[in-house]
């Protein structure tokens, strides 16, 4: 697979009454291809939030943007830019932050939390020494991590709740 320089593309969700951050590492093809966060059909991060707030799966990224905010939840991702081989987080290079002081000076957020052991990782080396925030680590809803059943992601995300 070739590795291509991505800019990050989608703005970040959020408004002043959000109380958690929830970060990614960066979209995937197939995300970019739909225009909004965990698009990959088998993404389990929509039914997951779904589930633990008895909703609906949201489906359109409008419908997904508007239980973002109705549940008080901003969404974005660590990275701004870096150099990427399709989806896979591990071939992640040259990697370039983004600046999440434009949420956390715009919201009073309680928690952070990073999708995926990469996402941590990239937000302990590049945001959390300017914040002094630590994230917390949830498990990764890709499709790649099928190891994790649903079941357990929703329990392990069940701790969002705790700051809402």
């Not at 109380?19 to 965990?38: A, N």
């Not at 701790?159 to 809402?164: M, R």
Request: hydrophobic share 40%.
């Amino acid at each position: 697979m070739k590795t291509e320089r991505i800019t990050h593309a989608f703005s970040p969700v959020f408004d002043s009454e959000s109380r958690i951050l929830v970060l990614g590492t960066m979209p995937s093809p197939k995300s970019r291809e739909l225009g909004f966060y965990y698009s990959h059909p088998r993404n389990r991060f929509w039914p997951v939030l779904a589930e633990i707030f008895g909703e609906e799966i949201p489906g359109t990224p409008e419908e997904k943007k508007n239980f973002c905010l109705r549940h008080k939840i901003a969404l974005w991702d660590v990275l701004k830019e870096c150099e990427i081989e399709g989806a896979s987080d591990s071939s992640i290079k040259n990697a370039v932050p983004n600046d999440i002081s434009i949420i956390l000076n715009s919201a009073d957020i309680k928690a952070i939390f990073a999708t995926g052991t990469t996402a941590a990782k990239l937000y302990k080396k590049f945001i959390e020494p300017e914040t002094k925030i630590p994230a917390i680590v949830l498990p990764s809803t890709s499709p790649a991590n099928a190891k994790v059943k649903f079941e357990e992601l929703c329990e392990e995300y069940k701790i969002i709740l705790e700051y809402l």
